[in-house]
């Protein structure tokens, strides 16, 4: 990978090897200088409330589904008691 061979390039250099190139320095500087700074507080707090509002919607999701399909249920089961009545009153052909 890239990292490895940017390892490869600053070991050689520091064991003298290959000359310092400024420019490829001046580069790495750059890349570093843009990654975010993890460890502030603000940022991690941040993370963990969005990732609790992903968890929230997940869960109530699954709350509403669940309590859709006992609302079928018993639908269902109030529909078959109707037709079991139904039947139950229809005289019984002999």
């Given at each position: 990978?890239?990292?490895?061979?940017?390892?490869?390039?600053?070991?050689l250099v520091i064991e003298g090897k290959l000359p310092l190139n400024h420019?490829?320095?001046?580069h790495l500087q750059d890349v570093f200088n843009l990654l975010p700074n993890l460890n502030v507080n603000e940022?991690?707090?941040?993370?963990?409330?969005?990732?609790?509002?992903?968890?929230?919607?997940?869960?109530l999701s699954s709350l509403i589904r669940s309590v859709i399909a006992l609302?079928?249920?018993?639908n269902n089961k109030m529909?078959?008691?109707e037709?079991?009545?139904?039947?139950?009153?229809?005289p019984a052909a002999v």
């Open positions: 990978s890239r990292l490895t061979e940017i390892r490869g390039y600053l070991d420019e490829i320095l001046y940022l991690i707090k941040a993370f963990a409330v969005k990732t609790n509002d992903m968890m929230l919607v997940i869960y609302h079928n249920l018993i529909l078959n008691k037709h079991e009545k139904a039947e139950d009153l229809k």
